[in-house]
Structures are given as C-alpha cells and as structure tokens.
C-alpha cells in the first residue's frame, strides 16, 4: 500500500486526525501529505477552528447564532468531488442487519435492491416500485402522503408496531437538501430513481446506502428529482452546530 496519500483520501481522513482518532500509520501518511499540500493544511486549520466558533455561536442568540452559521458554511468550499458509489452490491452494515432474521421493512427493500440494481434503470410506473413489491404493499389508495413545503413528500408503507422498524417512499424534487440531522437508530437508503448526493457519495438507482445508529448527514438532491425506498427505525434529532460544520469535510 503507498504511502502517499491523494487529496481525497486525506481530506476523509482530516475530521479524525484533529481528534487523534486516527492509527500510528494512517496519522503518519496524513502529516506527510500535510507536508507538501497547502490546501489541505488550511483544511485542517479550519477543523482546529471549529469548537472555537461552535461555542461561540451557542453562546449567540439563537437568530444571530444560526445566521453566523450559515455564513460560516458558506464560506467552506468543498474539497474534491463526490465519489461514486462503489461496486458493492449492499453495505456491509446492512449485510450485517440481513444476516440476524431481518424484519420484513428490510427484507422487502432487499428485494427491491435485487431488482432495480439488476437493470440499474428505473422501474416503469409513477413511483418506480419493482411490480412484485407493489404486490405486497398496501393498495395504492390507502397510502397516506405527507407532503413538505419545499415540495418533498414521503408515506410510510409499512411498520412493524412492536420493533418499530418503517418502511418508506419518499420523493425529492430537484435542488431540495434535508437538514444535517443525528439518526437515533439506523437507516438504509435505496435509489429507486433519479440521483442523490449522500456525504460525498454521487448514488444513482440501484444504489443502497446504510447510515448505522448515531451517524450524521444532509442528502441533497442536485440533478434529477429523487426517489427512494427507505429502511429506517428510531428517530432523529437536529445536528449540532459542530456536528454539521464537521459534516462538510465528513
């Protein structure tokens, strides 16, 4: 394995560096690269800076507090590209959850991934919904839409009363991002149409992205209008400040 690092691989290393997270050898290749790549060293000044600022806007009215946020987020170029979805057919957490008698929300977008991943195009149909899964579903019209106002809309299709695990269809229209938000319990993510920007992932249909219990994200919809099954159980909360200033170099 090299020893020298690309941009991209440094910078989804930096978040840990700063917190000495990272592995004798990973932490040695980091301030090697650090040594020859300005740009990822002002990247690093600026996560050094951030509880500084994250504690300076908690102390701010709130108004002042999420405008200075904002503002700060702003400024914060991205660094590289989103990254494509790797070949693997399903995240190894969700291989995990598949393995330990999955509830049947998982196990009908496991199905669904069979299918859509398969011809990697959409499904025909107004919701893109592989027919053998509509056929387990409840009928069309006994689904019960909660529309958003910025034009998002998603119905829970199913859930499991005792275990709590739901099973979703959601619409994104294009340009729509969700706020940075911590899952209480873990969530699967299957693109069933149009595409999705994901923590630094481009995810197209077919794609299946698990978010595990205690991680955090803000999926924004860029090209096409979004649809998508969604596996998920627990609630969220809102991110910190830090949380979703850290997000953009996650």
Not at 168 to 196: C, D, T, V, Y
Request: aromatic share 6%; net charge negative.
């Amino acid at each position: 394995m090299s020893l020298f690092l690309t941009c991209e691989d440094t910078t989804s290393l930096l978040s840990d560096y700063v917190d000495g997270n990272l592995s004798f050898w990973q932490t040695l290749k980091v301030k090697l690269h650090l040594l020859f790549c300005p740009s990822c060293q002002a990247v690093v000044l600026t996560l050094m800076a951030l509880p500084a600022l994250a504690a300076g806007l908690e102390e701010a009215p709130p108004a002042e507090a999420e405008a200075a946020l904002e503002a700060a987020l702003a400024s914060i170029s991205r660094h590289g590209e989103t990254r494509a979805w790797p070949a693997t057919p399903v995240p190894a957490e969700a291989e995990n959850l598949l393995g330990t008698q999955p509830d049947l929300p998982l196990a009908i977008l496991a199905d669904a991934h069979q299918t859509v991943a398969r011809g990697r195009r959409p499904e025909p149909g107004p919701y893109h919904l592989p027919r053998k899964i509509l056929d387990r579903l409840p009928p069309e019209d006994q689904w019960n839409w909660v529309e958003g106002a910025d034009g998002r809309r998603r119905v829970v299709l199913l859930q499991d009363p005792g275990a709590g695990q739901r099973l979703i269809l959601a619409f994104s229209p294009s340009g729509a991002r969700a706020k940075a938000h911590r899952h209480l319990g873990s969530e699967s993510i299957l693109i069933l149409a149009g595409s999705m920007s994901d923590k630094g992932l481009a995810l197209k249909p077919g794609d299946w992205v698990h978010h595990p219990t205690g991680s955090v994200h803000a999926p924004e919809i860029r090209e096409q209008d979004c649809w998508c099954l969604v596996r998920e159980e627990g609630g969220t909360r809102d991110a910190t400040m830090l949380e979703r200033l850290k997000l953009r170099f996650s």
